[in-house]
């Protein structure tokens, strides 16, 4: 089970940080992953890190700005969000991919396993 926290309403240029609370699965064998979805637009890839957080790989419009990490001893993966864009705005899910292998970073939608419930995130200008 995923638990995302953290979206709320924001100024353009501000800075969010998201987190994603699992459980019920051993979290260092989980490579997680963030995606986000704007109306009328499919969900998208954002960032994903590895089981022990050595390898991360982000989605270009968030390179330089989005930073990802977990803290496995918390069971917590985050989104640390700055210099926010109003094309940031859009639902952002969480998800784990319990499948993958260590070192793995995936980006698509179909490697994920188990889905957060999404929060809100929305960018004003």
């Known amino acids: 089970q995923l638990q995302a926290s953290g979206g709320g309403l924001v100024q353009a240029g501000g800075s969010l940080r998201l987190s994603c609370a699992a459980s019920g699965r051993p979290f260092g064998s989980l490579a997680m992953g963030w995606f986000r979805q704007a109306p009328g637009k499919e969900r998208a890839f954002v960032a994903s890190i590895s089981w022990a957080g050595r390898n991360r790989y982000y989605a270009d419009p968030v390179k330089g700005r989005f930073t990802i990490s977990r803290d496995n001893a918390k069971n917590t993966v985050y989104l640390q969000m700055n210099r926010l864009k109003l094309e940031d705005t859009a639902v952002y899910y969480c998800?784990?991919?319990?499948?993958?292998?260590?070192?793995?970073?995936?980006?698509?939608?179909?490697?994920?396993?188990?889905w957060g419930q999404g929060t809100q995130v929305t960018v004003s200008s």
């Open positions: 998800a784990a991919d319990e499948n993958s292998v260590s070192g793995a970073v995936p980006s698509l939608v179909e490697h994920y396993d188990s």
